[in-house]
């Protein structure tokens, strides 16, 4: 393992900022949808309770929302290691997958599209580490 003064150095896969930027979406999906201007109508505990709609699109409750937040934390501690990452993503497009057996309409369709993505880029991105260029004017230990 490499390394610098800084600790800037050090290799990592490429899945490894795919699982980071899945995790920024499903972040800022949980946040969006505890804010009254983008999520519309009444926002319940468990799904199916109230009329929340996240941009229209995406029918939300608290439940919905803080499982999103959760995902989102793992997601971003997973992304610290190659092998974590690659679980994370095909673990997170498998419960897409049967979300999106349980919602067969649009939402449904949707699901389908981000399982297929998460699974084909933890499986697509396997190659060898790359290693981070270290900052200017520090040497490598």
Known sequence: MMRTTGGFSRPYTPVQPVAAAFAAAFLLVGALGFVPGVTSGELAVLPGAGTA??????????????????????GLAS?????????????????????????????????????????????????RPVVRPARRGTAAA
């Open 79 to 127: 992304a610290r290691s190659g092998a974590a990452s690659r679980v994370v993503l095909v673990a997170g497009g498998a419960v897409a997958l049967l979300s999106a057996a349980v919602a067969l309409d649009t939402v449904g369709a949707a699901l389908v599209v981000v399982a297929v993505t998460m699974v084909g880029c933890a499986t697509l991105l396997r190659g």
């Open 53 to 74: 709609v996240l941009a229209g699109l995406l029918p939300v409750s608290v439940l919905h929302n803080v499982l999103h937040l959760v995902t989102g934390v793992a």
